[in-house]
């Protein structure tokens, strides 16, 4: 329930719906009972009538007469009778709606003074005593029985409160639809951006609200961009600077002359480049000046497994002649760099598949090695994550170089996944996407 209102278009139209349908109720309960009291005074209006009705012939017959003439027009709600006596007392306690018909009866015969009605309430609360005097002073009795008017069925009500319900629904999320279409355009446009992609803005098109949101975000996505650049220029000043001691270090280790220490100190050198290489390759990111252009990644592959191969490592690859594909040179080979080694390093060996899965191509890099187990599949992807049995830093890297290969994957619109093998070992596998607008 609380997903089906998780829409802006949804809570809209429950809301009017609730709205209207609360409205219409009141409305509804104030007009039948409004009806109610017309019902009832019309009531009274029709028994003040057959009461003057009932008098009026009386006196116009026989006293003898008169009682059977009663009885004969007695009917319905009225039970009449003729007597020299009033049956009803004067100042007896009579219910409202009896109070009401004696003045109705006074209003139909103005000739009649307030004595000449009397009203009384019997033993039964269901009946009603009234008494009219005659011209001659005999008395019209009539008992008259509690015969409420019957109220109209409440099914027209109800339909018609569902009826209306179901055009405001419909006509509410037509409304609210019409107005979050340019939000859903937004979140369609920043969905569809890539990672590398520059900056885009949003068109500051729609209701006020939704024009002040595209001008936020369109800000925001310019302090973000400039923040990159920032961060960049920084970083290729850092790297100059970092590069610079340590080849000075590389000089001078020519001047120590005990061996040991000199192989010691050049090993803690060539971790600092190792180091600084693979956070600045990281914190790099997606920026580079490197265009999108069409290349094969069957022999961008092929290289690096060849190259593996002439340092006397295990390693093959299985794909077709030719894939091509859009993307950055340097970026795709340090994000198959850093998977081939990775299974070198860590399992000994580097299986390398490439296939076409219609719209991607399917790079699949697996090893024979421990593997990873299942809760640390994910974190392993983060930066500077090491697992301590086997991946450690013992063993060379400093937890980038998985970091890396998703990042140039997904800068390239694609996927890096992990995965156990059923026998044994880690399986890579990147999908990249066979084509892709020009980016720079």
Not at 354 to 378: F, K, M, N, S, Y
Request: hydrophobic residues 50%.
């Amino acid at each position: 329930m609380i997903r089906a209102l998780d829409s802006l278009a949804m809570r809209t139209a429950v809301v009017a719906v609730l709205g209207i349908v609360v409205v219409h109720v009141l409305s509804l309960w104030t007009y039948e009972h409004a009806m109610e009291r017309q019902r009832h005074a019309a009531h009274a209006v029709r028994l003040a009538d057959q009461l003057v009705s009932l008098r009026r012939s009386l006196a116009a017959v026989a006293p003898e007469s008169r009682e059977d003439v009663a009885h004969d027009l007695s009917g319905g709600a009225i039970d009449a009778h003729w007597s020299r006596e009033a049956m009803a007392a004067a100042g007896a306690r009579a219910t409202e709606a009896a109070q009401r018909l004696a003045e109705e009866v006074r209003a139909l015969a103005p000739e009649l003074q307030a004595g000449d009605v009397l009203v009384s309430a019997w033993a039964d609360p269901h009946l009603s005593l009234v008494a009219v005097r005659l011209p001659d002073g005999s008395w019209l009795n009539a008992r008259l029985f509690a015969s409420a008017p019957q109220a109209p069925g409440a099914h027209g009500s109800l339909l018609s409160t569902t009826l209306m319900a179901a055009g405001v629904l419909l006509l509410s999320l037509a409304i609210a639809a019409w107005l979050t279409r340019p939000l859903r355009a937004m979140a369609r446009t920043v969905a569809a951006l890539p990672p590398a992609a520059p900056l885009v803005r949003l068109p500051e098109t729609g209701p006020k609200e939704v024009r002040e949101l595209a001008h936020a975000f369109n800000g925001m996505q310019a302090r973000i961009a400039g923040l990159v650049e920032r961060r960049t220029q920084a970083l290729a000043a850092v790297s100059h600077d970092l590069r610079t001691p340590m080849t000075r270090l590389r000089f001078r280790l020519e001047d120590v002359n005990d061996p040991a220490l000199r192989h010691a100190m050049a090993e803690d050198i060539a971790e600092m480049e190792q180091m600084v290489d693979a956070t600045l390759s990281y914190l790099r990111g997606e920026a580079s000046d490197e265009p999108v252009r069409p290349l094969d990644l069957v022999a961008l592959v092929e290289t690096i497994v060849d190259g593996a191969r002439d340092r006397g490592l295990c390693a093959d690859l299985s794909a077709p002649p030719r894939f091509v594909v859009a993307g950055r040179l340097v970026s795709l080979k340090r994000m198959v760099s850093n998977l081939v080694e990775n299974a070198l390093t860590y399992g000994g060996s580097a299986h390398v598949t490439l296939t076409d899965e219609g719209v991607a191509a399917l790079l699949a890099v697996r090893d024979h090695g421990p593997g990873i187990p299942e809760d640390q599949l994910a974190a392993v992807l983060e930066p500077f994550v090491r697992l301590e049995a086997s991946r450690s830093r013992a063993t060379g890297g400093v937890g980038l170089g998985l970091t890396i290969a998703r990042t140039v994957a997904e800068a390239h619109g694609g996927t890096l996944t992990l995965a156990n093998a059923p026998d044994g070992g880690l399986i890579a596998t990147v999908r990249l996407p066979k084509a892709q607008a020009e980016t720079n």
